[in-house]
């Protein structure tokens, strides 16, 4: 360890210097404010329809899930998911909580829920993907692989710096999210309660083990998936970014592949096998929230598992490739 | 170069404990989500926020109105989607200038039943809609008496005479149950009935028979009303017979957007008295 | 001044200890042979250049020596060590430039240093600090290495290569991109390092540099060593040419038949074209060894023979070359 903190500090200044990580900082100034604008209107909206009350806006959500169960047209996936719908809010009503309740917390709840499949993903890649590619678009792997130094170490060195950089990222979203929501619907909701533990059986919800967390409790379970989500797709870009040379390259096929898998769980309930692919499975946050995964069969325990192994085995390929590749430009 | 130092610095112990808090994160969640049930949450009063957030429609100036039931309610057929209780708003909002008028809500839900209303009735939600409500437009039973609507419009049979009526008995029982319970929850509001239409009327077979189907049903209706203060039915009968081209929408059952106005009109004269 | 100290721990192995050994080195990219067959040994203290035509394996040989490329078959060893069996101490004690001196372009001249430094063991902010004066570049290092010449960069390359002491010192084709003035300044700043003690290997495509600047050659074509020595001794062994501008010039042709001298019909398929120009209209290009000279100038003058000039040509490592390869052309 001793003669690895002097690499990991080396790739972390690079990896500073490069300036990816102020990209990223620099995408979340950016577009948050345009989904807390998004958010603040669609607010506006319902306060003006449904006035103050969040139980009328609640319930109508209810009443129009019910309505188009009725339609013979739709198709019987998305009933469950309406069904599951319904039987949440319904507790939720019951309960007297608000699932909404308009806040920072909330929104950033919501914005992370929703940014863990694509968003942040994405920005990870942006980390990962020329992270070995780059020294060799330059030709700096030369200097960096003709020192006293084996190749594992270097290796192992540049990953342990991004997945510290994964975890800033994950964070960053977090504070940033957080931060800016803030100032449009105020800081406060940490301890709004927040229902988990719906367990879902078909189209039927499993209401015994539902308990309340305060929201920061929630938010943490919510980043820590996230944050091994985020772990995953490092690990792949990283791969990618050790067999492909040119770091355009590397970004297009994880690009690619995280686009497919959203295109994918919207439509892949029909193509049983398509759940062992990484990319259906980085909605872990819905496990969370109780949204039924997009492939029947799809638990937590059996995502994790999928994850794992796609993580490892992109791990193994990626050290085994590098310690025996020849650099020949 | 001391700058590096300070950045690595800062870097390696924030990124430290982020991951630290991260990992612990995702370990609960983990435990939290595979094992629910022992998991500790905290209890929730639902007592506590909601008296305080309880909006009091009654003090302010403004009409709230409800619309639940059935399709009808719901506004199927509108091709502007609005339906009598859509259109009850603006017909409400530009006689009174200024006062505020708001659709609170619409329950309506397609094919509903009385016996579906009645479960309605029990929801949290649905009652808290209504209690805040100033009117509550009410549709109810014409899939009881015309379930075969849909089977009729495919091919299947019409329903006999004796059909209609045990319908009609088992239904306005439940109807006579229908209206207590919504007063219950809201003694203040007005509760305007909107009173069934025969559909069928130019179909042969079944004039005779939905005529007087109808009007049992509309009668045991107005008596079920009448036994409250602040509840009327408002008839529909007279208009839909020998207009049933101009008010009913292509599916042969459900009014169109005129036929709604029409229902609309009758609501907002109603509620001048 | 301070270059003594400097290269400290490289001065104190003894010239003549081989630093570098070479067995029958091989490789084989996927069918194709591109090394097959190289060996040679470099010594402390010693300027070992490498020369070969662009292609012939000079690269892909320097990439075995510092482990970025598996030989095939072969064995290297640096100061002992094997390449592959235990890189960490054989890499220790060489440093490297191959190809161009790749560095982070975002980082300033200092932080690239560190960055090296921290990759090999004792080298202090003190030891960057010296390295930098070393290779003249103190005014210049706290900047961005984008705003660099090549030439400082070049330099940055070299300070990077420096830091760790090593005892082997590895240039591919050091000059290149240098202007008239960097490449003197190149030249003499190696011939420097070498003076101390550290071994220097330098590959090139130019003959005349490792010409003016080596003290031994290994000669490269196709993937061979096709000779290795001495620079000296390797034109020694070659024949020697002198060029006779004599009238008449038949009859001195005929003395030199006489003695069994062979003339060259044709000198211009064996000598240089920068040679050929040099060369008076009608001269004779003759075979002999430069010691000869005298006596036939005399036997010339003897026979009424006017010489108007006579002169050795110094084959050149070009001219080396082209027997060698037979006519295979050098850049």
Not at chain 2, 83 to 95: D, S
Not at chain 2, 170 to 194: D, G, Q, T, W
Not at chain 2, 204 to 220: C, D, F, H, L, P
Request: hydrophobic share 45%.
């Amino acid at each position: 360890m001793t003669d690895l903190m002097p690499l990991i500090r080396n790739e972390t200044i690079k990896m500073v210097r490069k300036k990816r990580f102020y990209v990223i900082l620099l995408v979340l100034l950016v577009l948050v404010p345009m989904f807390t604008y998004a958010q603040m209107k669609v607010t506006e909206r319902n306060r003006e329809k449904f006035g103050t009350d969040w139980r009328r806006s609640v319930q109508q959500a209810i009443t129009d899930n019910q309505n188009s169960l009725g339609s013979s047209r739709l198709p019987e996936e998305w009933k469950k998911y309406r069904q599951i719908y319904i039987q949440q809010m319904k507790y939720y009503l019951d309960h007297d909580v608000n699932p909404q309740e308009p806040g920072g917390v909330t929104f950033t709840r919501e914005f992370m829920d929703n940014a863990s499949s694509l968003f942040i993903p994405l920005l990870i890649m942006g980390l990962a993907s020329d992270i070995v590619s780059s020294e060799r678009t330059t030709g700096t792997i030369k200097m960096l692989l003709t020192k006293p130094v084996r190749r594992w170490k270097v290796l192992f060195s540049k990953l342990v710096t991004l997945m510290m950089f994964v975890s800033l990222t994950v964070m960053a979203a977090f504070v940033m999210c957080y931060a800016i929501s803030g100032l449009v619907f105020g800081y406060q909701g940490f301890d709004m309660p927040v229902f988990t533990g719906f367990q879902l059986n078909g189209s039927d919800v499993d209401l015994s083990a539902v308990h309340a967390v305060p929201q920061w409790l929630y938010l943490f379970l919510q980043l820590g998936l996230i944050w091994f989500v985020s772990a995953v797709v490092a690990m792949l870009a990283f791969m990618i970014s050790v067999l492909v040379r040119s770091t355009a390259a590397s970004i297009v096929i994880m690009m690619a592949a995280l686009i497919a898998g959203s295109i994918l769980t919207n439509m892949a309930s029909a193509w049983q096998s398509a759940k062992y692919l990484f990319m259906v499975n980085l909605e872990l946050t819905d496990y969370l929230s109780g949204t039924p995964a997009p492939i029947e069969g799809m638990t937590l325990g059996f995502s994790l598992a999928v994850l794992a192994v796609w993580g490892l085995a992109s791990l193994v390929v990626s050290f085994l490739v590098f310690t025996k590749q020849d650099i020949l430009n | 170069m001391r700058s590096t130092a300070k950045l690595w610095r800062m870097i390696s112990l924030l990124s430290g404990i982020a991951t630290v808090l991260l990992i612990c994160g995702f370990f609960y969640a983990v435990k939290d989500i595979s094992n629910p049930s022992s998991a500790a949450g905290i209890s929730v009063s639902p007592g506590a926020d909601s008296g305080s957030e309880q909006p009091a429609p009654s003090a302010s100036d403004e009409i709230g109105i409800v619309a639940i039931g059935d399709s009808l309610a719901k506004g199927t057929g509108d091709d502007e989607g609005e339906g009598f209780a859509g259109r009850t708003v603006e017909l409400l909002k530009q006689e009174n200038p200024g006062r505020e008028v708001k659709l609170y809500g619409n329950l309506g839900i397609n094919g509903l039943l009385t016996t579906g209303l009645l479960d309605e009735l029990k929801e949290n939600g649905v009652q808290h809609m209504l209690k805040e409500a100033n009117v509550i437009l009410l549709s109810i039973g014409g899939n009881d008496l015309f379930q075969g609507a849909e089977a009729l419009e495919e091919g299947g049979d019409l329903p006999t005479a004796a059909e209609l009526n045990k319908a009609i008995d088992e239904a306005s029982v439940r109807l006579a149950a229908v209206i207590p319970a919504i007063k219950k929850l809201n003694p203040e509001a007005a509760l305007i009935y909107v009173g069934l239409y025969n559909p069928f009327s130019d179909i042969e077979q079944m004039r005779a028979i939905g005529n007087t189907g109808v009007t049992r049903w509309n009668t045991a209706a107005q008596t079920a009303v009448n036994k409250y203060s602040g509840a009327l039915m408002i008839p529909t009968y007279d208009l839909f017979a020998g207009n049933l081209e101009r008010f009913l929408s292509s599916d042969h059952f459900h009014p169109n957007g005129d036929g709604y106005e029409q229902i609309a009109q009758r609501i907002v004269q109603s509620l001048k008295q | 001044m301070e270059q003594q100290t400097v290269i400290s721990s490289a001065a104190q192995i003894r010239s003549g200890q081989p630093v570098l050994e070479v067995r029958s080195l091989r490789k084989r990219i996927g069918r194709k042979w591109i090394i097959e067959d190289v060996s040679f040994t470099v010594y402390g203290g010693e300027i070992f250049g490498f020369l070969g035509p662009n292609g012939a394996g000079k690269t892909t040989t320097i990439r075995m020596l510092v482990n970025l490329i598996k030989p095939t078959a072969g064995s290297i060893q640096i100061g002992g060590y094997d390449v592959r069996s235990s890189p960490e101490k054989a890499l220790g004690q060489i440093g490297a430039i191959v190809e161009n001196p790749e560095v982070y372009a975002y980082l300033t001249g200092w932080e690239n240093l560190e960055q090296f430094g921290r990759m090999l063991k004792g080298v202090d902010e003190a030891r960057i600090k010296e390295v930098t004066e070393l290779v003249r570049l103190d005014k210049r290092i706290h900047d961005k290495v984008r705003t660099y010449s090549l030439g400082m960069r070049q330099r940055l390359g070299i300070a990077q290569a420096l830091l760790g002491r090593p005892k082997l010192l590895i240039l591919d084709e050091p000059t290149n991109g240098l202007d008239p003035k960097g490449i003197k300044e190149m030249r003499d700043f190696i011939r420097r390092l070498a003076e101390q003690g550290m071994a220097v290997f330098v590959s090139s495509h130019l003959l005349s540099e490792i010409q003016l600047l080596c003290d031994r050659v290994a000669i490269i074509s196709s993937g061979k060593v096709l000779a290795e020595g001495r620079v000296d001794e390797l034109i020694q062994n070659r024949s020697n040419y002198v060029v006779w501008d004599v009238e008449p010039r038949a009859r001195a042709l005929e003395i030199l038949s006489n003695n069994q001298i062979t003339v060259l019909k044709q000198p211009e398929t064996v000598l240089d074209d920068s040679v050929m120009a040099g060369i008076p209209e009608g001269a004779i290009v003759c075979q002999m060894e430069g010691s000869a000279m005298a006596g036939y100038t005399a036997l010339f003058a003897e026979e009424g023979l006017r010489i108007q000039s006579v002169y050795k040509i110094n084959p050149t490592l070009e001219q080396l070359f082209l027997e060698m390869t037979g006519g295979e052309s050098i850049d």
